[in-house]
């Protein structure tokens, strides 16, 4: 009898077990391949550290990694998460312009500070504490997961030499997404383009330079066919970050959510860390590759600033008449990086 009450014991035990413990199937999606770090902290600290926290709950997760446009282009994953054909993607603001609006105000916003670690934080904290940050991603059916998408400092790479705005007049230099906006004033031709084709146009003469940030332009090559690199102060820029499904999400107990939410605070610790170590690397590599490496003067860099159209203030005007209140987001975004020591060249939301 002793036994058999045992048995029941444990019989119960068991059972109660195998229905708190879960196990998940997990797709991501990225347009780029997993050279690129926004990618690679995937499976460098994100799925690491959801196996980790899931497995100390009892549950155990398989993670498909689609990348490099598998199931998803360039601009394409916050749409494929949306449908489901992914739980989770690295969601591109910078590509996505027309649906994650607001997530823009950086590249809006030139020549206010080169702190990737400032601006990742600003980014990240506005959109845990901002209704209006939070809304871009519901609309569109998905989850701000967090794991910002931070970029360097922007640069000035061409293939002739750069000493003053005037020696960008007519020349056609390639810029991603809103950056384009970046060249108005300085007599440069923009052309939309991307890091996936830059080597080859650069290459191919389709266009004489291209804005870019260190940390891909090393990677990328970029020196070999443009190797005049022009450090302006742009400045560091919020383009991305890990979304997912919002129907999937919900859907999830509380402490599962939590512990992908620490698989997204664990891949933003290393990417911010593994950019700022290998932005000196990339700088003294294409140093040692044949690139000439020389700072704007302030001068420069002034009448390019003071040259530009105040396209933040058009594109907050235009969010705003769509019932978008980007107008506040760019005061908001503006002043917490004055707050966090930034000094920009121009207050763009105060002209």
Same mark, same amino acid.
């Given at each position: ?30 347009? @780029?391949?997993?050279? #690129?770090?926004?990618?690679?902290? #995937?499976?460098?600290? #994100? ?12 549950? &155990? ?23 489901? %054909? ?5 969601? &591109? ?13 950086? =590249? ?6 080169? *702190? !990737? ?6 980014? @990240?904290?506005?959109?845990? &504490? ?14 701000? %997961? ?18 003053? %705005?005037?020696? %960008? ?21 923009? !052309? ?6 830059? =080597? ?6 389709? =266009?004489?330079? !291209?804005? !870019? #940030? ?59 860390? *593994? ?18 490496? &020389?700072?704007?003067? *302030? ?53």
């Amino acid at each position: 009898m002793k036994f058999l009450k045992t048995s029941a014991i444990a019989l119960c035990l068991l059972s109660s077990t195998a229905a708190v413990a879960d196990s998940y199937n997990v797709t991501i999606a990225a347009g @780029h391949p997993p050279v #690129f770090r926004w990618v690679k902290m #995937f499976p460098e600290a #994100f799925i690491p550290t959801a196996n980790e926290k899931l497995a100390a709950l009892g549950h &155990s997760v398989s993670f498909s990694e689609q990348y490099g446009g598998a199931i998803a282009g360039v601009g394409e994953e916050l749409e494929t998460v949306e449908a489901g %054909l992914s739980e989770l993607g690295a969601c &591109s603001s910078l590509f996505d312009p027309g649906k994650l609006a607001v997530q823009n105000v950086t =590249y809006y916003t030139p020549f206010v500070s080169d *702190d !990737v670690q400032l601006v990742s934080e600003t980014l @990240h904290n506005l959109h845990l &504490s901002d209704p209006r940050m939070q809304q871009a991603y519901t609309d569109n059916g998905v989850v701000y %997961l967090g794991a910002p998408t931070a970029i360097d400092d922007y640069v000035l790479m061409t293939n002739f030499p750069v000493t003053s %705005l005037a020696d %960008l007049e007519g020349r056609k230099i390639a810029a991603p997404g809103a950056s384009i906006n970046w060249l108005a004033g300085t007599g440069a031709v923009g !052309v939309q383009g991307n890091l996936t084709t830059y =080597y080859n146009e650069l290459q191919t003469g389709v =266009y004489d330079g !291209v804005l !870019v #940030f260190a940390s891909a332009a090393f990677p990328g090559k970029l020196f070999e066919v443009a190797p005049n690199i022009t450090k302006v102060g742009l400045g560091a820029q919020f383009a991305g970050s890990i979304c997912a499904n919002k129907d999937w999400w919900d859907g999830l107990p509380e402490d599962v959510q939590e512990a992908f939410r620490a698989a997204a605070d664990a891949a933003a610790s290393w990417y911010i860390e *593994d950019l700022e170590n290998f932005v000196t690397i990339a700088y003294k590599g294409m140093e040692a590759g044949g690139a000439t490496i &020389s700072d704007a003067s *302030d001068e420069m860099r002034a009448q390019w600033a003071a040259g530009m159209e105040n396209a933040a203030k058009v594109w907050a005007e235009g969010l705003d008449a769509q019932g978008k209140d980007a107008s506040g987001v760019l005061t908001t975004y503006m002043d917490q990086m004055r707050a966090g020591g930034a000094t920009p060249l121009r207050d763009w939301d105060k002209e």
